[in-house]
């Protein structure tokens, strides 16, 4: 039987939110970034810039909403359980 492995138990419920909710914030902080520079830019990377902050929600909640349990696989239960006894008083088992 495989040995069950700590690390490949998928991540906790908050973590995995965690994780989703930096990449979103990630990606509306570049988006607010390419809207304050809408403001100073011109030409060509105005364009840029605007089509930054128009398309940037979408793949953000794409992005956000992307499960990583694909490459966690499936959780093998443990094996038997072994009972280990306390030596008696002539260090015996």
């Known amino acids: 039987?495989?040995?069950?492995?700590?690390?490949?138990?998928?991540?906790?419920?908050?973590?995995?939110?965690?994780?989703?909710?930096?990449?979103?914030?990630?990606?509306?902080?570049?988006r607010m970034v390419c809207i304050l520079l809408m403001l100073f830019v011109h030409g060509w990377w105005l364009l840029v810039c605007a089509v930054g902050a128009i398309v940037l929600p979408y793949f953000a909640v794409v992005a956000a909403n992307v499960?990583?349990?694909?490459?966690?696989?499936?959780?093998?239960?443990?094996?038997?359980?072994?009972?280990?006894?306390?030596?008696?008083?002539?260090g015996r088992q």
């Open 1 to 30: 039987m495989k040995q069950q492995s700590i690390t490949s138990l998928p991540p906790s419920p908050e973590a995995e939110r965690r994780a989703r909710m930096i990449k979103y914030s990630i990606a509306m902080g570049i």
């Open 67 to 90: 499960h990583g349990g694909a490459a966690a696989g499936t959780v093998v239960r443990p094996g038997a359980i072994e009972v280990y006894r306390k030596p008696d008083d002539r």
